[in-house]
């Protein structure tokens, strides 16, 4: 089974993140990394995204009070 490429507006609903809370949780290594799909595309790995939102790999909560 092939895992499903989800774009930046698909993962914002799926974790309730904004985009620049997405890019600056990546920045820190507390959000899965995107996949570059082409010159000015990326996107993220359902499944990468599935594992983080069930453990919550690397969420401080520092997010959520801003």
């Known amino acids: 089974m092939t895992d499903k490429i989800?774009?930046?507006r698909?993962?914002?609903e799926a974790t309730g993140l904004s985009r620049s809370t997405i890019y600056?949780?990546?920045d820190r290594d507390?959000?899965?990394k995107a996949t570059k799909l082409g010159v000015?595309?990326?996107g993220w790995r359902q499944s990468a995204?599935?594992?983080w939102i069930e453990g919550c790999?690397?969420?401080t909560g520092r997010e959520r009070q801003q």
């Open 6 to 8: 989800l774009r930046c």
């Open 10 to 12: 698909d993962v914002q």
């Open 24 to 26: 600056r949780m990546m």
């Open 30 to 32: 507390d959000f899965p």
């Open 40 to 42: 000015r595309a990326i």
């Open 49 to 51: 995204v599935d594992s």
């Open 57 to 59: 790999d690397g969420w």
